[in-house]
């Protein structure tokens, strides 16, 4: 088994490196400034996939957070308060900003449960939505806000795509880690336990509200770090990113790569904003066709790609199993 | 010996219902006392009370001396009372590693910083070697918790509690759906949960065999109420304990 964890992240690697490789030789301008976006966005849908993938909580709230995030640094960076802020600090302080949000308006949401909790967080992304459309002094209203500077460390710009893109590998490669390394800790259990069984939990010293409101912050985070990357990668914000229709497709992303697995968070991020674009001539059919792969991915895999590949691996191990003998009964 | 759990006067209604009346008794530390009767007696009732899952409507609960009758569920368990379930219940969506360690968490005790970065949980597979051999089945910790037959969850169960060091053990049942060498299993682990570990282990149960088996000391409830507690001589020629099970009819 440990040769097998081995294979599977030996492949993960290689995927990443070719892609760091690949991906700026291929894509240019435009195509490249949207493989950047699926990367943010690949960000805020490893918040939801600790939610919803290891809490088993279905928050439509990253996206709120990532509105926030944005339009924290879109606020603080541009002078419209009266000061300006470096935007290496700023980008640090926004999923502080967002995580502290998220906290507070966890400890509330959370009294609810299941579905009760779902619909209040489709409520707090209509309630953040109107606000950043209509409320001027701070969100600029529908004309949104521009003039945002891109980020800098010392002298260094990240003012291009393509010194973005590099950027934004790194720190996500970092966001992924830390939540793949979430999983196999005692909160990362707690999670577990959560989802799967809240009475169990209870009975093994699990404080159920207080770990899933400690989800949320964590999810409010990543989505603030998700927003103040966008904004910096745009220099503009506008209120349309943060409507409800763009909270359905972030849950789709988590879905469609394996909503308990961070690679697949990932993949299903780059594969849900990177399509669209090779589709442009299909745009009008795009919702029908979300609306049949949600329906084909209940049913015909609730786990994503990653738990197809899961159940190949594991039907490859029975055959090894049965075929070898050698580790029944072995606790490894 | 010392009394590790007290429950005085506990009273619990669901609507109408009088599940539980004035129930009063004790359990001691290093020895199984048996919770015995009817269906429907209010025994799982009353483990739920003990473990918080429920309040009671009055009375109270005293743990290692402690009044925790307002204490929530979580904060006892990491006090000390672990439990196992009638059903099983696990992280269906886990393997078997996470499952257990989930139980070994609670006597690590580690900060979040701490297990974000340390490999873990020192004594969890030495200790976990050692229940296994008694529980009698090899698993591999890989495996979904699914793969394992009832009779292996319920053992199992028992394990997880015992990897969370509690001081008192609620055990709900364990020999339903088990074989005879699966019961003889479950009766070693709460033996050595007894025995070994000092633990007081609280045990609901029907098989007769196995009470009267392990049980230093049984207290009987019918109808919400204790009707007789003492040693399993004691309880198995008390007539209103007989009457209990048999009927009266019988005995006239």
Known sequence: MKGKLKTSTFLILLFCILFVIAVPMVFHGYSLMVVNLSLIYAITTLGISVMLGMGGQLSFAGLAFMGAGAYFIANVCTGRLGFKMATLPALLLAPVFCGILAYVLGLILLKLKGTFFTFATIALVQVSFSFFMNYRPLFGGPDGISGIPSLSIGNYSFSSNNKMFYLLVVILAVVALIVERIRVTKFGRSLASVRDNDIAALSLGVNVYMTKVKAFTLSGVLGGLAGALYAMQGNFVASDLFAYNNATQFIIMAMVGGVNNTFGSIIGSVLITVLPEVLRSLERYLQ?????????????????????????????KMKKKTSSKASEGVIK | MKEILKLEHVDKHFGGLHVTNDVSFSVKCGQVTGLIGPNGAGKTTLMNIISGIYLQDSGKVYFDGKDVSQVPPYTRAIMGIGRTFQAPRFLQRSNIRDNLLIGSDLSENKSFVKSFFSRQNMNFETELNRYMKVAGFGIDLDDDITSLT??????????????????????????AG??????????????????????????????????????KEIVVINFGKVIATGTPEEVSSNEEVIAAYLGKDELD
């Open chain 2, 178 to 215: 088990l074989n005879s060498a699966e019961i003889e299993n479950a009766m070693a682990l709460l033996n050595i949960a007894a025995d070994e570990k000092g633990i007081g282990v609280l045990l609901i149960e029907h098989s007769m065999d196995m009470v009267m088996n392990i049980c």
């Open chain 1, 288 to 316: 029908l066709f979300y609306g049949l792969a949600v329906i084909v991915l209940m049913v015909f895999m609730p786990m994503g790609l990653a738990g197809v590949f899961k159940q190949l691996a594991k039907r490859l």
């Open chain 2, 150 to 175: 009832y009779g292996q969850q319920k053992l199992l169960e028992i394990v997880r509690s015992l990897l969370a060091h509690p001081k008192l053990l609620l055990v709900d049942e364990p020999a």
